[in-house]
């Protein structure tokens, strides 16, 4: 068994601290994804689980084993670097085979499996090569064969398709999630790069200064964020400041910097008082866009049948820009500008100079304090 | 433009003409030596009045010489052997485990180059008089080797400045231990700026003079100590042979160090 638990994780250097606090049980078998900007600790915590860097406080786990104290040479994790540090002086089978070699694995068994290795990374035909001779997509697959090799218990992957171009990029993260079906070995996979999360992760665990600020589902961080940081960090979004009006047993009502009310609904009564700041959350993807019609839809708010509210603002398109399959607008409205999107397929084409209406759903909006905590509606 | 571009190409060969002017004129001395060493007659003369290898002849039966000549090979093959281990030891450790005696290190490790000669020369024969090491190789080597350390040093701190450390993670997380890692790894990555070190500390060993002249005895004099006592008596073009040897292996041994770096460039290109 492998799971890996990691508790209040942390590492200083000097005046320095590069990981507060990182708590967190990865399971047997799962595909966690640390995600987080540069700076955030993920590598470092990556590395304290390698036993590459020695924390200055808290405690590892790899299965039933406290391995805090142990040096990467004694745990049977396996990483692969960023920049995939393949042995220049060795060939792309030795390379395979040094884990092995390590290991005291009689030279033709070690061999035999070195080549299986690269076989199942389709770099069967590149045994003799020198590594400093192949493409940044083959250096990538030979550092993962001569991970996966030496058969570890868990798997670290630091950031190892950053330097790969994006098409290139998509492919290895489909055969990373194939390799990690294969195996069922624990996988935990640094990132900066949202999508990547996403694609791969049964879990994704977001970093920001040094602490791990939450551990969920993709789905689950991405709906249901703890706060402002990881609102913004996941995606793009309109972040609109504004003040508590009145709070109702049914509402919130947010007197915006769009110079309209927008309406909250809540299942509960929210913990927050009138006259409290508030950033809202405007996702492209809850916002819909229309020509304004007649002058009784110029904004506002309508409270539906079921409760939730729809508000709307009127806005102009100031930029039109193509991004291939979706069109972003950026639209001023009351000296603010927000961003919202159509697919590319929609033909009555909006240009610049154009007045829009906005429309949202008021319960998909997310509200969140001064503080940046999320309030729940 | 034309004209600026002239301009500029003069200034260039202009440059290049006294910058190899100044070369020659430094270099001449060692062209003199050489020439001298040919010369037929019994004193040393430039040019000679006539030409033989007499004194090469001399040379090779002169039992002192070939003495002395084997005593510097032997001092100069340990100097390089103690300074490369030193040297490369502690360029090493100070990458792994930079902390505030690192910072110490490179200062200290200067510090033999700074002090006068003559004053290290007098005070290590006390020294070793002290501990019995006097009249021995070791003495020798162990002066030679202060004075050698920090060039090596300064050598591999720059090779291990260009070594990709990564390399090095790499190997314990494949489960390689400090020492199978150190020669797995990293020594292969810098065996020619090691190779290169110790040719630098074997050539400091051969032409140094003062401490080896404090510290020799007849029976482990240097090549440098004897050519002092013998041009002290007579200066002859035995002088000018033992100092044309002397060049041809520090020439050899810069011949030998390109050849050993550009070595993997070379099959690179080849192949």
Redesign the interface.
Known sequence: MSEITLSELEKQYGETTAVEDVSVEINDGELLCLLGPSGSGKSTTLRMIAGLETPTDGEISIGEDDVTDRPAYERNTSTVFQDWALFPHKSVLENVAFGLKMRDVPAEEREERARAMLERVQMGSYDDEDPTNLSGGQKQRVALARSLAVNPDVLLLDEPLSNLDKRLREDMQIELREIHEDLEETFVHVTHDQDEAFTLADRIGIMADGNLVQVGSPNEVYENPKNRFIEGFLGDTNFIDGEVDRVTAETVHVETELGREIVLPTDEEPDIDEGAELTLSLRPEILSIDQPVSAQSDGGQTVLADGSTTNAVIGTVENVLYRGSTVRYSVSSNGTTMFVERTGASTDALTAGDDIRIDWNGADVLAFRADGTRVSL | MTSNLHRETFEDVAFRAGYLALLVFMLLPLLVVIVTSFSGSGRIAFPPDSFSLVWYGEFFESIRWLNAFTNSLIVGFGTALAATVLGVMGAFGQEIEDGSFGKLLAPLVLIPLLIPPVILGITLLMYFNEVGLRGSYASIVLAHTLWATPLVYFVMRSVFSRF?W??L?????????PI??FV??VL??VKHGIFVGALLAFIISLQEFVMALFLSTPNTETIPVLAWTEIRQALDPMVSVVSTFLILISVGAIVVAVIATNLEWLSKQLS
Do not use: K
């Open positions: 990709d990564q390399q993670d790499a190997a314990h997380d494949l489960g390689a231990g199978r890692s797995q790894v292969p990555n």
